[in-house]
Nanobody, 125 residues
Framework: QVQLVESGGGLVQAGGSLRLSCAAS????????MGWFRQAPGKEREFVAA????????TYADSVKGRFTISRDNAKNTAYLQMNGLKPEDTAVYYCATDRPWGPAGRDYHEYDYWGQGTQVTVSS
């Protein structure tokens, strides 16, 4: 069965960095655009970043552009989210997800079919 497992979350001070990983199994990872989303308490799930299946295209939410970097290693079936310059408003549960095979990397979470369990990121001020 398909599994996405996030890791790398934790507690960090404002201005700090974290690197999230998303290890995938049970699917052809190299065919799948990957996305990162986040959800804070009482808020809707929001798009953070996405990367095409070939890693040739990346897209970011305006709120994280210039601070976060999405990447992938198709040989390791793993996607990453490097987060620098973290702010308290980045506090949320972060999820990785897969988009449709060979399609574009979208911003709408309804397009995504498989999801990880989430990893908590807490940024203290």
């Amino acid at each position: 069965q398909v599994q996405l497992v996030e890791s790398g979350g934790g507690l960090v001070q404002a201005g700090g960095s974290l690197r999230l990983s998303c290890a995938a199994s049970g699917l052809i990872f190299s065919s799948r655009p990957m996305g990162w989303f986040r959800q804070a308490p009482g808020k809707e799930r929001e798009f953070v970043a996405a990367i095409s299946w070939s890693a040739g295209t990346t897209t970011y939410a305006d709120s994280v552009k210039g601070r976060f970097t999405i990447s992938r290693d198709n040989a390791k079936n793993t996607a990453y989210l490097q987060m620098n310059g973290l702010k308290p408003e980045d506090t949320a549960v972060y999820y990785c997800a897969t988009d449709r095979p060979w399609g574009p990397a979208g911003r709408d979470y309804h397009e995504y079919d498989y999801w990880g369990q989430g990893t908590q990121v807490t940024v203290s001020s």
